[in-house]
Structure formats: structure tokens, C-alpha cells
């Protein structure tokens, strides 16, 4: 199974609404990456948080970390229909290689 | 800046038929992989490279080989092509001697195994 899983699968709102993602996992990590994908595109880096943050923040995104509960969310503040797309977890667990999430697929209604 | 680029984005095999895959970047990164992704199962790892001469497998390696005969270059090479292995293949880099921060992404290559 994936060591990320992201909540919901789906996601449908308004412009200007914010969006709020989550991303679970099983195994202790160093770091906790979000990536966005466009619709027949490539993965885009985001933001990292390393495993002694709780909080960081990026223009409209901010990024929460809780090791206890072993969980991240990332919310986007007043999302526009450019922001469609669909966001991906991937935790550093010290393997030579991220492990991803299979992913939220976001829709944002002009 | 191209980035990492892949080459070709489109391609249909055969059953049994062989082919390479290629990626390349230009941004001098010593870490690089192959991903596959496939509806609802997220990104696997197929290979990685943590520098020119050294490979390793990930996740779901079997059926595919790689070398990395140079730092730019990280060519995927499908054996004996199977319907299983009808994907989305993402190549992938990063500047870190820590290897998992920051990937770079290539746009994809859209494989068919009829």
C-alpha cells in the first residue's frame, strides 16, 4: 500500500473558495514534499516541510505537519481556475527515493 | 533552461517489442529516476541513479533496465515490452546530495502495449 495517501480523491469548488487537501502516512519521514500536476504534464515541486516543522507557508499555500498523527494538509487560499490540477504527497522516509501519494484531484469552478 | 527533457512523448509498442526511453537534463544534477503512473495508483519507482556508473532498483523494477553512462543521460530500456507495462513514465532529477528534495520533472512519456 502507499506510504502516502491523500484525502479526498476528488475535490470540486468556487474561485476565490479555499481548498484544503490532506496527506497521510505509515512510516516515520525526514521530509514532506507537495507536487502539483497539470493535465498531461509533469510533476511541479511546491513546498517542502522538514519532519521538525509544523508550519510553513508559500504565496497561497501553507503546508501543516503532524508527526504524532503522522498526517500533512495543504490549503489554498482563494484558488483560481488555474490552480486546477491535481496535488500530490511524497514523503522522504531516508530511501534513496520519494514514495507519492496517489493524489487529489482538484477542480476549480470559474 | 530545458530542464529535463524526454524523448519521444508518444509511443505504441507491440507485445515483445524493445525500446528505449530517453532523459536528459542539463542542470548538472547527480541524482535521477523513472517513475510510472497509472490511474489511481500515484507514482511508482521504477529505477534511480545517485550518480554516473551507479544505479538501483525501486519499487516495480522488473521488466526494466537503466545506465547512466554520464550525468546528463538516464535512458530507460524496456526488455520485452507487455500490455502491464502501458503507462505514463516520468523522468526525474534533483540537485541534492540528499537525493528526496526538490524533484525535477520531465513532461512524460505515453507508452501503449497493444
Known amino acids: 500500500s502507499q506510504q502516502g495517501e491523500e484525502d479526498p480523491q476528488a475535490l470540486s469548488i468556487q474561485e476565490g473558495e479555499n481548498a484544503t487537501m490532506n496527506c497521510s502516512y505509515k512510516t516515520s519521514i525526514n521530509n514532506l514534499q507537495w507536487y502539483r500536476q497539470n493535465s498531461g504534464r509533469g510533476l511541479v515541486h511546491l513546498i517542502l516541510?522538514?519532519?521538525?516543522?509544523r508550519e510553513k507557508h508559500s504565496g497561497r499555500l501553507r503546508v501543516t505537519l503532524d508527526t504524532s498523527k503522522k498526517s500533512s494538509s495543504l490549503l489554498i487560499t482563494a484558488s483560481r481556475a488555474a490552480d486546477t490540477a491535481s496535488y500530490f504527497c511524497a514523503t522522504d522516509t531516508g530511501r534513496r527515493a520519494l514514495t507519492f501519494g496517489s493524489g487529489t484531484r482538484l477542480q476549480v469552478q470559474p | 533552461n530545458a530542464g529535463v527533457t524526454q524523448t519521444p512523448k508518444f509511443q505504441v509498442l507491440k507485445t515483445g517489442q524493445s525500446m528505449t526511453l530517453q532523459c536528459a537534463q542539463d542542470?548538472?544534477?547527480?541524482?535521477m529516476s523513472w517513475y510510472r503512473q497509472d490511474p489511481g495508483m500515484g507514482l511508482r519507482l521504477i529505477h534511480y541513479?545517485?550518480?554516473?556508473?551507479?544505479?538501483d532498483q525501486g519499487e516495480v523494477p522488473n521488466g526494466y533496465n537503466v545506465s547512466r553512462s554520464t550525468t546528463e543521460d538516464f535512458p530507460l530500456r524496456l526488455l520485452s515490452a507487455a500490455p502491464s507495462q502501458t503507462s505514463v513514465y516520468f523522468c526525474?532529477?534533483?540537485?541534492?546530495?540528499?537525493?528526496?528534495?526538490?524533484?525535477?520533472f520531465g513532461s512524460g512519456t505515453q507508452l501503449s502495449v497493444l
Open positions: 542542470m548538472n544534477h547527480e541524482y
Open positions: 516541510i522538514r519532519s521538525n516543522e
Open positions: 541513479s545517485v550518480g554516473a556508473g551507479i544505479t
Open positions: 526525474a532529477s534533483s540537485y541534492s546530495t540528499g537525493y528526496n528534495e526538490k524533484l525535477f
